[in-house]
T-cell receptor
């Protein structure tokens, strides 16, 4: 158990809909990262938040947005969903000042768009 | 941005044999190179990492080597066991401070046959 909690574990929805994925980082971790995992693209970095502020942005579509709240949990919002958005979405957290760079991943949220 | 190539995409070995997975990276400023193991239905988990000021690191049956000049690094697993079967990802990062955004390779599915 990494200590990172993601909900929901599975989500099935239709094209055009909007969903919200939630992540609770390990206790004390200030950084939250979101990754998308698909069969053909592997693990793609979407966005990082650090203590409530956006710190780095990757290949995140304009239809997707994220935020980190004062209690450090994070949400990833996916809107106007397309079939190609079907994937496993991972959240990871890391410890401030650890110097190790280790990311602790949750078990992911599997999104299926029909 | 950083680009990480990983080979092979699949690797099958007999129990007790060694397994080697190779990665190359493009960004000469990358200084942190972790390896993650992902078991079925789980999130990736760090198994070993190396920084650019070190050429080799070992942890029991696992070792990682880094060639900064050639911009490639490798994972070596000796005396493989069936429980080593998983997908392995290499990654690279300009790690430091509060940002350890990782760029991942596309993964290697390792199968260890009893």
């Amino acid at each position: 158990d990494s200590g990172v909690t993601q909900t929901p574990k599975h989500l099935i929805t239709a094209t055009g809909q909007r969903v919200t994925l939630r992540c609770s980082p390990r206790s004390g971790d200030l950084s939250v990262y979101w990754y998308q995992q698909s069969l053909d693209q592997g693990l793609q970095f979407l966005i990082q938040y650090y203590n409530g502020e956006e710190r780095a942005k990757g290949n995140i579509l304009e239809r997707f947005s994220a935020q980190q709240f004062p209690d450090l949990h994070s949400e990833l919002n996916l809107s106007s969903l397309e079939l190609g958005d079907s994937a496993l979405y991972f959240c990871a957290s890391s410890a401030l000042g650890s110097g190790t760079g280790e990311l602790f991943f949750g078990e992911g949220s599997r999104l299926t768009v029909l | 941005g950083e680009n990480v190539e990983q080979h092979p995409s699949t690797l099958s070995v007999q129990e007790g044999d060694s397994a080697v997975i190779k990665c190359t990276y493009s960004d000469s400023a990358s200084n942190y190179f972790p390896w993650y193991k992902q078991e079925l239905g789980k999130g990736p988990q760090l198994i070993i990492d190396i920084r650019s000021n070190v050429g080799e690191k070992k942890d029991q049956r696992i070792a990682v080597t880094l060639n900064k000049t050639a911009k490639h690094f490798s994972l070596h697993i000796t005396e493989t066991q069936p429980e080593d079967s998983a997908v392995y990802f290499c990654a690279a990062s300009r790690g430091g401070g509060s940002n350890y955004k990782l760029t991942f390779g596309k993964g290697t599915l390792l199968t260890v046959n009893p």
